[in-house]
């Protein structure tokens, strides 16, 4: 993609998320109809699956928007989870919101029924595409059964239980590779969003230390702010770095090349470690105003602070990525790195 090209999707990401309306904690119908007329729903998928034929690198521009702006839409889980999904396996991608989930279902001749866990928009979906073991399988709203549940964002994070019929053109066989794809591909939407949450956490944060006025002068001119502010923005730059770079090499070579296996896990460690940071120093810059439910930061560190455990904890990607680099040796760890030869 050309400077000018990213430029102009940057400015129709920023523009597109920051006229929605960030409060509630439902799904914002509104912001996705922009999304869809705008080509920005399914930004990735080909346009055979109704997509833009977007990369991972464009996902990136416009997942770390979505972060910064705290919108409430499942953009990770249509694009790069649910569409992606069930157009490899060759079901025919649905219109509307979508959402997946790696799980179990008992399948019997055209009977479907099983119970699934944590699935984020499930409420809100128009389908819920699931990774079984041995099938990919598109669930419609007639087979189940929804429990409202939610994460600290209180984004929805719902109990889903299945039992009905199932239509022989909504269920194929699991394509090889899928299950490693989902997780990364999972892996890398979720650190994209944690980078734009931070971005958005340290505007705030910034922002009120100019406003917030202590002593004759506003508060971001002690030296005591500055400091803390610095390194805020440290955290912001470095797990912005790490979730570009991440999905550069997934652009660059695909998911499951080693070297773009090894800068997702590496970017969803470093954001993941950047989101404490970055959400405690902007609470500490507001004061106990920032705590208060009417506050719009707790839009971003609440998505912070849940983010960084979904999808593989920092302990959990720290450890995949020093295997990693264990196995490559002195010799394989700097093209692994770099995804040099």
């Not at 109704?50 to 464009?58: I, K, L, N, R």
């Not at 073991?133 to 209180?154: K, Q």
């Not at 570009?244 to 090499?249: D, H, I, L, R, T």
């Amino acid at each position: 993609m050309s400077a000018a090209t990213d430029a102009e999707l940057q400015q129709l990401a920023e523009s597109v998320f920051a006229d929605a309306r960030s409060e509630g904690t439902g799904f914002d119908a509104d912001l996705w109809k922009t999304l869809e007329g705008t080509g920005l729903a399914r930004l990735t998928l080909p346009s055979a699956a109704g997509g833009s034929e977007g990369t991972f690198s464009d996902a990136a521009v416009v997942l770390t928007a979505a972060g910064a702006h705290a919108a409430r839409v499942p953009l990770v889980e249509t694009d790069l989870l649910a569409g992606w999904l069930l157009h490899t396996a060759g079901i025919a991608v649905p219109p509307g919101p979508l959402t997946a989930v790696a799980g179990d279902l008992e399948i019997d001749g055209s009977t479907v029924r099983g119970a699934l866990r944590r699935v984020a928009w499930a409420r809100a979906a128009a389908g819920i595409a699931v990774l079984t073991p041995e099938h990919v399988v598109l669930l419609g709203p007639d087979a189940l059964t929804i429990i409202d549940g939610a994460n600290l964002a209180e984004e929805p994070r719902d109990a889903v239980t299945v039992e009905g019929r199932l239509a022989t053109e909504a269920v194929a066989r699991v394509p090889a590779g899928a299950a490693e794809e989902f997780r990364l591909r999972a892996a890398l939407g979720r650190t994209l969003l944690l980078a734009g949450a931070a971005r958005g956490a340290l505007a705030a944060a910034v922002r009120y230390a100019g406003e917030r006025v202590q002593f004759g002068r506003p508060i971001g001119r002690f030296q005591a702010v500055q400091q803390e502010l610095a390194l805020a923005a440290a955290e912001v730059a470095a797990s912005s770095a790490a979730a570009s770079a991440a999905a550069a090499a997934a652009t660059t070579f695909g998911v499951l090349d080693p070297a773009a296996r090894f800068a997702i896990g590496a970017a969803k460690a470093r954001t993941g470690e950047a989101a404490g940071a970055v959400a405690r120093i902007a609470h500490q810059v507001h004061g106990a105003i920032g705590f208060t439910r009417e506050h719009d930061l707790r839009l971003m560190t609440t998505r912070l602070w849940a983010w960084r455990d979904e999808d593989g904890s920092e302990a959990e990607w720290n450890a995949e990525v020093g295997a990693a680099a264990l196995a490559a040796g002195p010799a394989g760890l700097w093209p692994l790195v770099t995804g040099s030869p």
